[in-house]
């Protein structure tokens, strides 16, 4: 959700929260799995990161494809979804496939790159202060930044923005690139 909703306060329609999100997993999986030997409070923080920067890069293909040639970011984000889906398939039926399996599964990721649960005998895990860590920064970016103000009146009138000086191509490309960042964050 808030990756479509950081995209929609520039003007933009962000549906490729589900490719980004598949790429995301993509990264933070790959590092929750073959990163090994790190302490929990590291691991962890990398894999996030990593599927922040997955459903970034993923969404960046999107931002620059409409900040270079004005592309409908419906259509592109739409398209690359199902580039997305075919990668992570290929990669759980090949490069990360768990040998011992016969159905496509991956190496379980390690102990250290699990979200801790909060409350026993249930799935509840600290994801959710994740969760609203992310919801707060995008409140406070939006409400209490230049760059988001900007980002609010590009949204409203983007003639008016160009004519006020303000980069409209390069707020789209980050705005899609953040939202895809959003998108990919696995908890």
């Known amino acids: 959700g808030l990756s479509f909703t950081f995209a929609s306060k520039c003007g933009l329609i962000n549906i490729g929260a589900e490719g980004q999100l598949y790429m995301g997993a993509a ?3 790959t590092v929750g799995i073959y990163l090994t030997g790190l ?3 590291i691991h962890l923080p990398l894999a996030l990161l990593a599927g922040f920067a997955g459903g970034a890069i993923w969404g960046s293909v999107v931002g620059i494809l409409k900040a270079r040639f004005n592309s ?3 259509i592109t984000s739409i398209m690359l979804n199902y580039i997305a889906i075919q990668f992570v398939s290929f990669l759980v039926n090949g490069p990360i496939k768990d040998k011992t399996q016969s159905f496509p599964y991956s190496y379980m990721v390690q102990d250290s790159a699990k979200l801790p649960i909060i409350l026993q005998g249930t799935r509840l895990h600290i994801g959710v202060f994740v969760a609203l860590a992310c919801l707060v920064f995008y409140w406070f970016f939006y409400r209490y930044t230049v760059t988001g103000y900007r980002l609010r009146v590009i949204g409203q009138n983007r003639r008016c923005a160009e004519y006020a000086g303000f ?3 390069k707020s789209m490309f980050w705005v899609i690139l ?3 960042g959003f998108a990919g964050i696995q908890f």
């Open 39 to 41: 302490p929990a409070y």
């Open 167 to 169: 980069n409209v191509r």
């Open 27 to 29: 990264s933070g999986i």
């Open 178 to 180: 953040i939202g895809g």
């Open 72 to 74: 409908n970011e419906i």
